[in-house]
T-cell receptor
Framework: NAGVTQTPKFQVLKTGQSMTLQCAQD?????MYWYRQDPGMGLRLIYY???????DKGEVPNGYNVSRLNKREFSLRLESAAPSQTSVYFC?????????????FGEGSWLTVV | GENVEQHPSTLSVQEGDSAVIKCTYS??????FPWYKQELGKRPQLIID?????GEKKDQRIAVTLNKTAKHFSLHITETQPEDSAVYFC???????????FGAGTTVTVRA
């Protein structure tokens, strides 16, 4: 039982390049999330998928796209990377938190855009 | 949407002393309040949570209190140890909501 697995763990991109962060969970959770973490700003929600087949914007969606490929997988794409997207990205999954269920995070992906 | 504010941003305590972190939230409909601990270079991990029908919850040296009227909740760590040094995040979520809103985090340093 691996929980939430995300790849790659580290990536360096040049400005304007594109890349996709992959995430998969094996806990049979309906909801999946992408957060970014920057110093002093906590965890900010980029996009989330409440259930398979749906996606919604979070607080900071600009510059990103997502795909909920199936119940297990939720990917995050940067179409044209910018230095402002240098951050640590966390994928997470959970049952609906409004019903008192928490979310569980992957190990994080460190992305640097130069 | 929900707005969560967390204080202080940094906290330094002597080993054995207590640490208290406070959070406020804006949405009176919020009903779920977890706390996460993040060690350097690691993922955030749930350490305790509380639901709106409960005023206090304890788990060994950590406790969380909730004041729904004032819309604030707090994390209390007693008898702090060096391994308690980490960043702590509070979060809140409303009924029927699918997402958590996080505070900005508190960096706790326990001095030996």
């Amino acid at each position: 039982n691996a929980g939430v697995t995300q790849t790659p763990k580290f990536q360096v991109l040049k400005t304007g390049q594109s890349m996709t962060l992959q995430c998969a969970q094996d806990m049979n959770h309906n909801s999946m999330y992408w957060y970014r973490q920057d110093p002093g700003m906590g965890l900010r929600l980029i996009y989330y998928s409440a259930s398979e087949g749906t996606t919604d914007k979070g607080e900071v969606p600009n510059g990103y796209n997502v795909s909920r490929l199936n119940k297990r997988e939720f990917s995050l794409r940067l179409e044209s990377a910018a230095p402002s997207q240098t951050s640590v990205y966390f994928c997470a999954s959970g049952s609906p938190v409004g019903r008192g269920n928490t979310i569980y995070f992957g190990e994080g992906s460190w992305l640097t855009v130069v | 949407g929900e707005n969560v504010e967390q204080h202080p941003s940094t906290l330094s305590v002597q080993e054995g002393d207590s640490a208290v972190i406070k959070c406020t939230y804006s949405d009176s409909a919020s009903n779920y309040f977890p706390w996460y601990k993040q060690e350097l270079g690691k993922r955030p991990q749930l350490i305790i949570d509380i639901r709106s029908n409960v005023g206090e919850k304890k788990d060994q040296r950590i406790a969380v209190t909730l004041n729904k009227t004032a819309k604030h909740f707090s994390l209390h760590i007693t008898e702090t140890q060096p391994e308690d040094s980490a960043v702590y995040f509070c979060a809140a979520s409303g009924a029927g909501d699918y997402k958590l809103s996080f505070g900005a985090g508190t960096t706790v340093t326990v001095r030996a």
